[in-house]
């Protein structure tokens, strides 16, 4: 609701129709004016912040429906068609960005445990069980990765470091 001058607040609440007294909030009084009333931008900004709190605390996943053709029949299929969805979508987009930039991410526990078998066996790090969590990556997850990676000779123009993450170009 949009802010409302003080006159007309009083003047709604001096009705003896308790409809009307419902519809509009009393005056504020002298601190509470400081603060300032509740706007509908305020209460948009609250809105979307308990929103993106929800968002943050669940793990989203999107599913693009592409429809094969416009006929609801079985076994066809129009190339043209589901190219134009794709492209709307942006998800051919999405794929030239990716074959350019560094396709290849994951958790560094993923990659520990995914690549320390290409490690001799007396440097192979010996995996804990907390160490799939996306959270900051210790120094000994640091120093497994980077022994990974000077064993399998990744050159530094083919990956990136980050504080949870491996990125790694894919080979062309």
Not at 61 to 76: D, E, L, N, Q, V
Request: glycine fraction near 6%.
């Amino acid at each position: 609701m949009d802010a409302l001058d003080d006159s007309i607040r009083r003047c709604v609440n001096g009705s003896n129709d308790g409809f009307f007294k419902d519809l509009v909030e009393p005056p504020l009084e002298g601190n509470q004016k400081k603060r300032g009333r509740e706007t509908v931008g305020s209460k948009f900004r609250d809105s979307l912040k308990q929103l993106m709190e929800l968002i943050d605390t669940t793990n989203p996943h999107w599913i693009r429906c592409i429809k094969p053709h416009h006929c609801k029949k079985p076994r066809h299929f129009h190339g043209g068609e589901v190219m134009k969805q794709l492209l709307c979508a942006g998800v051919i987009e999405t794929v030239k960005i990716r074959k350019a930039g560094y396709s290849v991410r994951m958790y560094k526990a993923e990659f520990i445990a995914r690549y320390s078998c290409l490690l001799h066996s007396n440097e192979r790090p010996h995996l804990k069980e907390n160490q799939g969590s996306p959270s900051k990556a210790s120094d000994e997850i640091n120093k497994n990765c980077t022994a990974i990676i000077k064993a399998i000779k990744v050159p530094h123009q083919k990956r990136q470091t980050r504080l949870t993450r491996i990125a790694r170009r894919s080979s062309k």
